[in-house]
Each structure stands twice: as structure tokens, then as C-alpha cells.
């Protein structure tokens, strides 16, 4: 009797506790939340199928329309969305999800991006999207910005808002002679082509980067992209400021454009081993290098200074190179860098310039790199370098 009864209370126990976890899990076995994000993912994944079918209704069927009429123009390959997470307040949500997109031709692997979604449900229990943005501190998408219009080159993309068609044919004019000329420094073991953005203004291309405009105040023109991408990384793009890069005359804006082309062509061998000076002084170094220009006339700021007598004692540090910093010393830290590859180029070779290049991109830390880099191709010290280096800023810029 006694155990039959220890045995009873068991199961009362026993069906209390199943009870209470249905009550606090519900019939389906998960957290009521949980059921609520496979809800809003399943309207995303449907938003998603909308977005590469070009459906507009079915988008409208997700929620609100909001920039879908702007992507029309973009050639997509792939559109996904993955909710991250969901915080609801009755029948209003909001959730914090991960885009994913691939442009066909271009991205070998998906562009991530962080959004944030307000959504809410109706009287049947149907979610729907209010508002889609970019992510706290994430950076906006072109489309975000207005109607993309999509230009073809022929190793080219161009994507632009708030601009002619015109203009974006002349973009794509000078990355489709960028990439042929990049290809017979550096070589042809890259993809070939670029991916152009260019948005309205200053503040546009801000947006573009999530950052403020003041950080790019008079900068032409950024590559974004992950440094010793592998096959699977993403395609870089280049994000051109129309207003620093209106002001160009020809030459400029093909200098620019090559160089940034060639940090596209570069980024697989360009790790946290690779200083400044050497990624972008290589990339001005191909930039000027059919120019004919010579180099007081390529390196203004440095041919003043040093014709003044005032030689830089070494390279340019990675701080040299930031944005905030003034003017003239941004400008000598990339002639300093264009000057270091120009003299490689010239008493070493152009095919030892990027042997070097590539050398010290094999390293993953920056200790040691340039030292056995130099030692290995260039049969050098750091020391003697920059002793040369100076000499030579002396016999070019004086």
C-alpha cells in the first residue's frame, strides 16, 4: 500500500509538471517567441522569393512595398533573409535579421548585411513587414538610397542613384580600361572585373560605409572588401564620392579608378601583414604607371618638402594614412608609398615589385614580414632601404 501510494503521488507529480511546461512552451514544444521567429522567417523567406522573382505582388503580400521598386535594375543572383532575433510586445515586433544577397556575375559568395525589421500581425495572425532598415551601425545598401540605374561595362558594373545614365557610361569607361591595366602589372589571377558604386553625394557614399561624411571629405574614392579574401569571399566594391571625384580632371579620375581597381585585383594577398605604405603606394604606383607623369608631378606635397630640405626619416606609418588627419600629411604618406614602389619598380623590376608584394602578404602578422620580404626578394634591410629611399626622394623631388 505504502509503495502503491509513493507510486501514485509520482505521476500526480509527474502530470503537474507536463501540464505546467505545456502551459509555459504551449502544444507546439517550443517558447511561444520561438514560434513567432519561424513566423516572421517564413513571411522573410517568402519576401525573399519575391524580391529574385521580381514578383511586386507577392512583396506587397509580405508588408510594406518599400524600396522594392528601387533593385529592379540590380542583377541578383541570390536573396535571403535570416532572423537573428525577434522582440515582440503583443501584436508588434521587431526583428533583427541578416541579408544576404549575391550580385550575378560578381559575388562569388553573399554579401551580408544587418537589418532591422518592424513588423506587425494581424487580426488573423499573419505577420507583415512595416519598414525594413539598415541595422544599428551598419551601413545602408545602395537601394536604401533611391532607384539604382545599372550600367554594363565590359569588366564592369556600375551601379548609381541620383545620376544620368551618361555619367554612369563614364564610369564604366574608365574601370573598363582599369582592369586591363592593372592585369599587365599585377597579372591575371583575379577575377577581372569590378563592381562600381556611385551614389549621390558625399553623404550617400557615408551611407555606403557607415561612417560620417567628414571621414571622407575629400577622398575620391574606397574600396571595401576582407583583406586575404579567399574564393569564397565576396566581390569588392568600389564606392566613388561624386563630389571629390567630379573635381578630377581625366587623368585623376583614371588614376583613381586604377587604383582602387587594383586593390580589388591585390586583396587576396593583402593580409594584416601588409603595411599602408606598401598597399597603397602599389596601388598608385599602377595607377600612375602609363601616365607619364613624372614624379614632382605625381608627388606635389613631397617635392615641396623635400626640396626644402625636409626628407621624411622613414616610411609612413599606417597612422600617416588615416583620414582625419590633414591634408598635406595624407597626401605625402601616399606619394611617400607611390615613391617606395616606383623606386622597387625601378632598380629592382616591376616582376620583383609584385614578387615582393606578394611575399609579405604570405604572413598573417606584421612582425618580421616586410624584414623577410625584403630580405628574400630584394636581397635588403629595412634599414638600407629607407636609407635608399630617401636617397632617391632626394635625386627625384629636389
Partial sequence: MAGRGRAGSGRGVVGWCLALLMVLVGCGGRPATDSAKAEVQRVLDRRATAVLDRDRAAFVRTGALSWFGNL????????????????RTGDTATAD?????????????????????????????????????PARKASQQLWDQGEVIAVRGKHSLVLGVGQSSETLHSYADLAD??????????????????????PKSLAGMAGLLGSPASSYRGIAAVTTG?????????????????????????????????????HVATRAD????????????????????????????????????????????????????GFSGAATGL??????????????????????????????????????AVE???KKVLDTTPEEFTARWRDYLREELS
Fill in 72 to 87: 529592379g535594375a540590380v542583377p541578383l543572383a541570390a536573396w535571403s533573409y535570416r532572423v537573428t532575433a525577434l522582440h
Fill in 97 to 133: 535579421a541578416e541579408l544576404g544577397y549575391r550580385v550575378q556575375g560578381y559575388d562569388r559568395a553573399p554579401v551580408i548585411a544587418g537589418r532591422t525589421l518592424t513588423l506587425s500581425r494581424d487580426a488573423g495572425g499573419q505577420w507583415y513587414v512595416d519598414a525594413e532598415r
Fill in 177 to 198: 580600361r582599369a582592369v586591363p591595366a592593372v592585369s599587365d602589372a599585377w597579372g591575371t589571377h583575379w577575377a577581372g572585373h569590378v563592381v562600381v558604386l556611385v
Fill in 226 to 262: 576582407e583583406t586575404g579574401a579567399q574564393t569564397r569571399a565576396p566581390a569588392d566594391r568600389i564606392i566613388v564620392n561624386p563630389e571629390a571625384y567630379g573635381v578630377l580632371g581625366p587623368l585623376g579620375k583614371q588614376v583613381v579608378l586604377t587604383h582602387e581597381t587594383t
Fill in 270 to 321: 593583402t593580409t594584416p601583414a601588409t603595411p599602408l605604405w606598401l598597399s597603397e603606394g602599389y596601388a598608385d604606383w599602377v595607377g600612375y604607371r602609363d601616365s607619364g607623369r613624372t614624379a614632382a608631378e605625381a608627388a606635389p606635397e613631397l617635392h615641396e618638402s623635400v626640396g626644402e630640405g625636409e626628407v621624411p626619416d622613414a616610411l609612413p606609418s599606417d597612422r600617416d594614412f
Fill in 331 to 368: 597626401a605625402e604618406a601616399y606619394e611617400g608609398g607611390w615613391m617606395a614602389c616606383r623606386m622597387i619598380a625601378g632598380r629592382w623590376g616591376e616582376v620583383r615589385l609584385g614578387e615582393f608584394y606578394r611575399a609579405v602578404g604570405t604572413h598573417q602578422k606584421r612582425a618580421g
Fill in 372 to 374: 623577410d620580404a625584403m
